[in-house]
């Protein structure tokens, strides 16, 4: 609900629901935020104001002689430099070369229709309400300079976003334009997700104090060093209780967001495109508008705030086309082959994938040019005849034949410089003046900003989707980027305009963005692409902090996690094939290693585990996901669709002579009888190792031929166990069967060794 309150205090504004509430007052014609966070009625808008009185301090008075009109200390929902207010401000202007004030005052508050949004930028859709309120400048030589502050309240987040629009004659500089600024009020713990290449969204909390905490990006993408969502929470919070707000940005560059505790104990909160570098124009008859920032709240711990985010996700962010669409299981051909591949290979690898239940199947790069590693071919799109001879329109032919979708990967925005891309265009390579150029992995990266060069990109991969019957493309993009400011900024709004040239008249195509695995992984994409893929590190054990860290924003069915080869190719770890597809069963599964040097039992393993997932895939990727405390070096995921319930159980390094183990199950109906049943999962005789001479009659080698060979054909049944109890009981916990500590295979042993995991399934009983 959104409503213009009039009081004889002033003018308020509520916009609230039950999931998040705002409240602003309009003082001295500046927006104070009187509330952002909990739902409170909008009776409660004057026993929320603020007033200090200035003493003998120096701060500056808005309004000479009012001592309650200190900007500095009052709660603002936005602010310039220049009006008394010196903590950080959403907006830098520079008229002339030299900074100017524009001192905004409000004027009127209205509706947004959606024909007044910028066509390129993407937006969240499905709002319930929207308001405007409409701010002009009160600075004498910039009469009519126009900031809309816009609020649009969704079922689970409120959306804010800035609009500068310049109906003054003067020409102005923008140096700096936040989406949203927020004061909060209280102590804060603030929670960022960074990392890098295959370490993306490791969470990293510190509290707020008096220095700022800025979370931003440089390399041109949303970037796997700090995704631009974050996490202020009170001190304390858990899981389940405590109180947390979530943060994000509709934006796929540069970022910045910033928190500080004011001297009076606010918390300021901005969150915008990175002023960094940035100069842009903003001349008379322009405008502006920034990307929308996303803010939730919860009052039941992350588990709450993760629903009401993965629902703000999948109800407002995913392409229509593919809201709560169940994704495929793909088979991705990169990991197993690189470069090294050619028609029969690929279709051998097919007839493996579909055999195990795969639905797509995904040729990643090299398939073009003259692309037989990543030094060449990179923005040429004839087909490589040489490992394709049928083209690509023959193997998806064949694909299809096989019963199977056909994906493929593309790298747009990069080219090679030995390519025929380059050698003709040498000019369309993005740099900066006088510099460079830079390489990274043997690219440049092409100037989006020109209107031939994304006229080449929508024309080439068009042409490739609509010839080769093609039902899912990977996009990829795998260097930072050489430029900054003004160009780096122009260069994301070129990436989207290419974006909806391409995807929006063909809503069927499941698009996956990537950055070399989770460098763009952001809200911005995701209004094209309803899956991302999350990084180049699928090893289950880092997957689990990668995953755990998207999780806090973004949903299940965003996240691409697929099975691949042990020991894993970054890591060189060995982990069991239950746990790799244990941690993928939580995102979109997919498969990604050489199924030709599959062993009988693996592929037999997979099979049955594919078949699992997609039986329940919907409530893997469209469940409602929490955590549940466990004990240290455990996690617990799980998913749940009211009826169906999943919890994924995951250990990293086994303690000797463990504990009892407990499954806690969240939110089930407290009085109604559940049934409890593990995945059936196997278990290498290999495992064992040494013990196995104890175990057979006689000593076996055990790196000899009979038990390689057992290792290949044969496998046991690994941690059977089923309860019947009610909800009560679940959440309270439940002892799980028992743990190898040396001695006794039974078929309901639950050999955990390191990096182990179970998942269980719980269902009503019937
Ligand atoms: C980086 C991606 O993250 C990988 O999955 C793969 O597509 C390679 N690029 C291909 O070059």
């Given at each position: 609900m959104i409503r213009q309150i009039k009081k004889s205090g002033g003018q308020y504004f509520y916009i609230g629901n039950g999931a998040v509430c705002c409240m602003l007052k309009i003082?001295?014609?500046?927006?104070?935020?009187?509330?952002?966070?909990?739902?409170?009625?909008?009776?409660?808008?004057?026993?929320?104001?603020?007033?200090?009185?200035?003493?003998?301090?120096?701060?500056?008075?808005?309004?000479?002689?009012?001592?309650?009109?200190?900007?500095?200390?009052?709660?603002?929902?936005?602010?310039?430099?220049?009006?008394?207010?010196?903590?950080?401000?959403?907006?830098?202007?520079?008229?002339?070369?030299?900074?100017?004030?524009?001192?905004?005052?409000?004027?009127?508050?209205?509706?947004v229709n959606t024909e007044e949004y910028?066509?390129?930028?993407?937006?969240?859709?499905?709002?319930?309400?929207?308001?405007?309120?409409?701010?002009?400048?009160?600075n004498r030589l910039l009469e009519g300079l126009t900031l809309e502050l816009r609020f649009s309240l969704f079922e689970t987040a409120l959306v804010r976003q800035a609009v500068l629009i310049n109906r003054s004659d003067k020409p102005l500089k923008v140096m700096k334009l936040m989406s949203a600024c927020a004061d909060l009020q209280g102590s804060f713990m603030v929670s960022t997700f960074d990392g890098g290449w295959i370490r993306e969204a490791h969470i990293h909390t510190v509290p707020v104090t008096r220095s700022r905490v800025a979370?931003?990006?440089?390399?041109?993408?949303?970037?796997?060093?700090?995704?631009?969502?974050?996490?202020?929470?009170?001190?304390?919070?858990?899981?389940?209780?405590?109180?947390?707000?979530?943060?994000?940005?509709?934006?796929?560059?540069?970022?910045?967001?910033s928190v500080q505790r004011s001297s009076v104990g606010f918390t300021r909160v901005l969150q915008g495109i990175s002023p960094d570098g940035l100069c842009l124009d903003l001349l008379p008859g322009g405008r502006i508008e920034t990307p929308e920032a996303v803010a939730a709240w919860s009052g039941r711990g992350y588990n709450g705030l993760m629903e009401n985010m993965h629902r703000f996700v999948n109800e407002s962010v995913i392409p229509e086309a593919w809201r709560y669409q169940e994704r495929p299981v793909l088979y991705n051909n990169w990991e197993g082959c690189m470069f090294k591949f050619n028609e029969g290979k690929l279709l051998s690898l097919a007839k493996k994938a579909k055999k195990i239940g795969c639905e797509l199947f995904v040729l990643d790069?090299?398939?073009?040019?003259?692309?037989?590693?990543?030094?060449?071919?990179?923005g040429d799109y004839s087909v490589n005849r040489r490992k394709l001879p049928n083209g690509l329109e023959g193997l998806s032919k064949k694909i299809h034949d096989l019963g199977m979708q056909f994906g493929l990967w593309f790298e747009p925005e990069a080219v090679n410089p030995d390519s025929d891309c380059f050698r003709q265009h040498p000019d369309w390579v993005l740099s900066s003046p006088g510099t460079g150029p830079f390489y990274a992995r043997n690219e440049l990266l092409l100037d989006l900003t020109k209107p031939e060069v994304r006229d080449y990109i929508v024309e080439s991969v068009s042409a490739i989707l609509d010839k080769a019957d093609i039902q899912y493309v990977k996009w990829d993009m795998n260097r930072n980027s050489p430029v900054s400011g003004n160009k780096a900024y122009e260069y994301i709004l070129g990436l989207y305009d290419v974006l909806h040239r391409i995807f929006d008249s063909r809503p069927r195509i499941l698009l996956e963005s990537c950055a070399s695995g989770g460098n763009r992984f952001d809200l911005g994409m995701l209004c094209f692409s309803p899956q991302i893929w999350a990084s180049d590190d699928t090893d289950p054990v880092e997957r689990l902090d990668i995953q755990n860290g998207l999780y806090y924003l973004y949903p299940q069915s965003t996240i691409g996690a697929h099975v691949s080869a042990a020991p894993h190719g970054v890591t060189l770890r060995a982990t069991p094939m239950s746990t790799r597809s244990n941690v993928a069963f939580f995102g979109d599964f997919g498969v990604e290693f050489d199924l030709d040097s599959m062993k009988p039992v693996d592929e037999a393993e997979l099979k049955e585990t594919i078949a699992y997932y997609k039986q329940h895939r919907k409530t893997f990727q469209f469940g409602r996901f929490s955590r549940n405390g466990t004990e240290e070096g455990t996690l617990c995921w799980q998913v749940s669709d009211g009826e169906k319930t999943f919890c994924g159980l995951f250990h990293k390094l086994i303690p000797a002579g463990p504990e009892i183990e407990w499954l806690r199950v969240n939110g089930l109906d407290p009085d109604r009888t559940w049934h409890v049943e593990a995945r059936s999962q196997l278990l290498r005789v290999g495992a064992y190792g040494s013990l196995l001479r104890f175990a057979t009659p006689v000593p076996l080698d055990t790196e000899g031929t009979i038990i390689r060979l057992a290792d290949r054909h044969y496998q046991m049944r690994d941690g059977g166990f089923s309860a019947e109890c009610s909800g009560a009981a679940l959440q309270s916990g439940i002892p799980l069967g028992k743990r190898f500590t040396g001695t006794g295979y039974d078929a309901s042993l639950r050999v955990q060794g390191d990096f182990q995991s179970n998942v269980f399934c719980i269902v009503p009983k019937t």
């Open positions: 003082a001295y014609g500046k927006a104070q935020l009187l509330h952002l966070g909990a739902p409170l009625s909008e009776d409660d808008c004057e026993a929320l104001c603020c007033e200090t009185v200035l003493g003998w301090e120096p701060g500056v008075l808005y309004r000479e002689g009012d001592t309650r009109s200190c900007l500095d200390e009052l709660p603002l929902a936005w602010s310039e430099r220049g009006t008394g207010d010196y903590r950080e401000t959403p907006v830098g202007l520079l008229y002339e070369g030299t900074e100017i004030c524009p001192d905004f005052v409000w004027s009127s508050a209205g509706e910028d066509a390129v930028l993407p937006h969240a859709r499905g709002a319930q309400e929207t308001v405007k309120l409409v701010f002009t400048s009160s979370n931003g990006s440089a390399g041109g993408f949303s970037s796997n060093r700090h995704n631009p969502g974050f996490l202020l929470s009170r001190p304390g919070v858990s899981d389940d209780a405590g109180e947390v707000y979530g943060f994000n940005l509709l934006w796929s560059g540069n970022h910045y967001s790069d090299g398939w073009f040019g003259e692309r037989d590693n990543d030094q060449a071919g990179l």
